[in-house]
Structures are given as structure tokens and as C-alpha cells.
């Protein structure tokens, strides 16, 4: 076994078994009172006596054996270096093989703790990123949250008179008489094209709008015959366009059917800001009832008046401009046929 110490040499196992340890007259150097034989006295005088009384006592017996104490302590000092020898030896070997056995223990000890540092890092690492909160990217606000917002916009702006087809197309409710439209808004506008079309195409195609009761249906086109062009432009824009079908728009910056031409023309200044007859908290109607008066114009509808104290204003009412008239007051509304 590779951990037993080893054994003293035969040599000096040999000292202790042959004769010469004991005297030439066959004692026993090492035992107990025998002539020459170290004594154990205490130092704390324990056996009742002291040093020098021990000394006195011993001076006979060391003088009838000199001859004799002399060889027994010559055999006596190679003894005690024979045991100092062995002891040595074995000491020697299980330092030889004490620091192999602790630096194994040690190095797996080392090991250990560092597979489980390593381990723990590894895996705390891992628990962190799977515990630690991830921030989830902003929604894009949805289409009713952007209907409802206000959005800056100069009431004397002129654009470049430039336009841009918004791309995409749009199957209306297949009901009723189909017509094709397009939306067009003018280059450089700081306006979402994307949300105007969207919202021309939901208002049109609701029940309430002009294809009620299933007599018509609305399709968006980008490219190809147009019944008609709804066009988002600046104030500027739009009242060029209104001015070759005869009508001003400058006085009150409102919309119009330019009926000479393809174009149903939004002032971008409204769809942006609103008109106080509706109020700050009613854009999203408000914006409807542009995109119902206006496609209504084209359909062939003229203005009509408030007939009735708190009724519903008809939607071909200009209420852009004011809900009364005559001294009777109607109420903002969006739609031709409102539920």
C-alpha cells in the first residue's frame, strides 16, 4: 500500500537483537536500576528527595561499576543513535509522503472549488439573464389612439403642390354599387399618409357612411381608373385646387370637392387641428364627418341646414364653420345615417 511508512533498515533492527546490547556480563543495559541506566528523576523532586541527595546516593554504586558502566554507556549511546536513526527514517518517510498525499487532497479540494466557482457563475449567470427584466419595445399607438390626437400643422401653409399616391390597395363591402378611389397627399406634408387612408377607408365603408343599407361600395386603389382622388393638402394646396371648380376656401381654411377636377380636396390644416364646433375631444369625429361632407359633394349633395333645436346636424351642414342656424342649434355629427 503506497501510504505505509517504510520500515527501518536491517542494520539497525540488528543493534537491538544481538547480544552486544546487552553487557559483557549478559545485563540488560536498558533495564530499570541497572548499573549506568540513565535515571528519570523529577525535576519537581517528586520522590522526596533532591538533586543532591540523588547525587550523593549514586556515587557508590557508579564507583564499584565504573569499569563495567563504562562499556554499558558506550552501548547505550549507539542504542539511542540506532533510535534516533529509525525515528528519523520514519519521520522522513511520512514527510516524503505527507505533502504528496495533502497536495492531492489540496489540488481536488482546489478543483472542487473551482468547478463550483465556475459552475455557480455559469449558472448564476444564466438564472440572471433569464430573471432580469427585459424592457419590451413601445407599441406603436393604434389607429383610434392616433384618430383622437391633434397634430401641429401651420394654418398658412403652401406646400410644393406635388403629390404622392399612397400605395396599397382596399376591397370595400362588395355591396351595392362599386367605386374605385384613390388617395393621393401632397409631397413633403408632415401628416401620416398611411393613417389618412386608412381612416377614408373605414368612414366610407361603415354602415353609417354613404354605402348604407348596402347601395354602395368603396375600393381603394394606388394605380389604374379612380372615380375620384381624395387628397390630403396644405391649406395653400387645397385652395389652388378649390379655385378652378369656383370656390374659396381661403376665409375659413375648410375643405372642398373640386368638382371640375378628379380631386376631393382636404385641407390638411383641419385634418390636423380640428375645428371648435367638434372641439379637442371630438378630432376623431370631426375628421370623419370631412372625409362623409366632402365624398358627399361629389355623390351630388348639396349644404343643408340645422332643422331641429339639439337634433343631430345633417352631415352636408358646414360644420366646419357653425352648428346653428336660423336661431337653431344642432349637434356635431359624423355621419349621413347615424344610428
Known sequence: MGGLMPGPRKEYVDAFDTSEALDCDGEDVFAAGAPGAPRRARAD???????????????????????????????????AAAVTTVLAVVVAGQVANGPQQDSGNSARAQGGAD?????????????????????????????????????????????????????????????????????????????????????????????RSWGHGGTRSFDRVSSGRADFVITLASPGTTAKWCLKSGLDTTQDNVSCDSASTERVMINAYRWAQGAKTFGDDKMHAYRQMLINHEVGHRLGNNHEICSRQGALAPVMMQQTKFLTTDGVTCRPNAWPYPR
Open 115 to 207: 468547478r463550483t466557482d465556475a459552475a455557480g457563475d455559469d449558472g448564476n449567470g444564466e438564472r440572471a439573464a433569464r430573471s432580469a427584466p427585459t424592457t419590451p419595445a413601445p407599441k406603436a399607438p393604434s389607429y383610434g389612439a392616433l384618430m383622437t390626437r391633434k397634430f401641429p400643422l401651420d394654418p398658412k401653409l403652401s406646400g410644393s403642390g406635388a403629390f404622392t399616391t399612397v400605395p396599397g390597395q382596399d376591397k370595400g363591402t362588395g355591396r351595392g354599387r362599386v367605386l374605385r378611389y384613390r388617395v393621393d397627399v401632397e409631397k413633403g406634408l408632415p401628416l401620416d399618409g398611411k393613417l389618412f387612408a386608412e381612416a377614408v377607408h373605414k368612414t366610407l365603408n361603415d354602415d
Open 45 to 79: 523532586g517528586a520522590d522526596g528527595m533532591d538533586a543532591d541527595a540523588d547525587e550523593g546516593e549514586d556515587e557508590p554504586q557508579e564507583a564499584a561499576g565504573a569499569a563495567k558502566g563504562g562499556k554499558g554507556r558506550t552501548f547505550t549511546g549507539v542504542a
